[in-house]
């Protein structure tokens, strides 16, 4: 096995890892929040302070690895999970609504940091074969998708505090990514990266493939997060049991991973673009299921089509990102892509639980209908100027 391919082993294995964390601090996160929180509106608090954890991240530890290489920025990332699993815990154990708000935030920078695994599989890849790289890095989350949440119901009463123990297995977690990190062989920062021409940000982020590039994250993780937040509360108002809700979850996250497979190959095949698009309209049916019906098989396939959907977007984002910055640009490049994913995720996640209990499940799922809209109209843009020769990334981008 050459090293490129045991980096992308490696890397898929974290991602698992990474993925197992994000279900519990989420999802578990809310319904942990549901037992502590006085005002209901609040649930969805933890959520929100992980994912501005995560948005506080990447920028600095995209500037970090720069410096000092991708290895070093993310174990500094597991550091921080293994904290953050420790205060969650506490924060069960001592029934505090505001210290799972603390932890959450902690534990975000973890994933801050994760999330740069599968830009890590591509960075020494031609550009044919970054895309499959990056299928690869993020299929891993299938094992994490089904662990997670059955590690969850095997955990939750594991101490008499319901899910203290669900959040004491994140810091193992994060200690098994850790070593198996210090075992990765990535290549270190290039003289050309560190020391190379750039563009300002702002020339860089007016091009229309970084534009459709960013709408692929933002759109893939901005209705995934709106609707997955409130999923297991959803399911619990309409007196669904929990172990239907972890169900739909779980299915919902290997719906995410398990077509990363093979969406690489696609979008060798039929073009990035077209794949994006794709994605777009399985969110459209997944949203149109859910308001249709409340069943557990409702949810179920809702979830399932919008975990597809997010796999569609964000693996052809991420494949379509690597064309907008030259190679001295990628830490800023990436790093403000990511933000912007995470102010979405922040802002999706905070008002996830307040227009449930507001306004009601159907309008939840309305609500990602104008930014699906936009994404649509966006990718076609590009394709447009694409079919028209002229060109989508200025010059300079790689």
């Known amino acids: 096995m050459n090293n490129d391919r045991k980096n992308v082993v490696a890397l898929a294995a974290c991602q698992a890892l990474l993925v197992m964390n994000n279900a519990t ?8 929040a549901d037992t502590l ?24 530890i995209s500037l970090f690895m720069k410096r000092h290489g991708r290895r070093a920025g993310f174990m500094v990332g597991c550091l921080f999970g293994m904290i953050g699993g420790v205060l969650a815990t506490a924060a069960m154990l001592a029934h505090s609504f505001w210290m799972l708000c ?12 994760g999330g740069f695994y599968r830009f ?69 920062p290039s003289h050309e990266e560190q020391h190379g021409s750039m563009r300002p940000l702002s020339a860089i982020v007016r091009q229309p493939v970084f534009i459709v590039a960013a709408l692929g994250g933002i759109t893939a993780y901005g209705v995934m997060n709106l609707l997955m937040a409130a999923t297991p509360l959803a399911m619990k108002m309409c007196s669904h049991p929990y ?9 919902h996250i290997i719906a995410m991973f398990a077509p990363a497979f093979g969406t690489g190959w696609v979008i060798s095949r039929i073009g990035t673009l077209p794949v994006m698009f794709g994605g777009v309209l399985l969110n459209v049916a997944a949203i149109t299921i859910a308001i249709s019906s409340t069943t557990v098989t409702a949810f179920w396939l809702s979830m399932v089509l919008v ?13 379509l990102l690597t064309e907008a910055y030259a190679p001295a640009e990628k830490a800023k490049t990436q790093g403000m892509n990511d933000l912007l994913i995470y102010l979405t995720m922040g802002a999706t996640s905070l008002t996830s639980g307040a227009i449930l209990y507001g306004f009601g499940w159907n309008t939840l799922n309305l609500t990602a209908l104008p930014l699906l809209a936009i994404t649509a109209t966006a990718i076609l843009w590009l394709a447009t100027i694409r079919r028209g020769g002229r060109p989508a990334a200025a010059s300079g981008a790689v």
């Open 25 to 32: 601090m989420i999802s578990i996160g809310t319904l942990a």
């Open 37 to 60: 929180a006085t005002n209901k509106m609040l649930v969805t608090i933890p959520a929100t302070a992980y994912i501005i954890g995560g948005g506080l991240t990447t920028l600095p």
């Open 102 to 113: 603390l932890a959450a935030l902690v534990a975000g920078i973890y994933t801050g940091s």
């Open 120 to 188: 890590a599989a591509a960075d020494s890849l031609a550009v044919n074969a970054r895309s499959k790289a990056i299928s690869l890095v993020l299929a891993g989350g299938i094992v994490g998708g089904f662990f997670g949440p059955e590690s969850s119901k095997l955990t939750k009463d594991l101490f008499d505090t319901l899910f203290a123990g669900t959040f004491l297995t994140l810091v193992v977690l994060a200690a098994i990514a850790m070593l198996i990190l210090r075992r990765l062989d990535l290549p270190r």
């Open 243 to 251: 172990g239907a809700a972890m169900l739909v979850i779980e299915w």
């Open 307 to 319: 975990g597809v959907g997010w796999c569609f977007l964000f693996v052809g984002g991420t494949t």
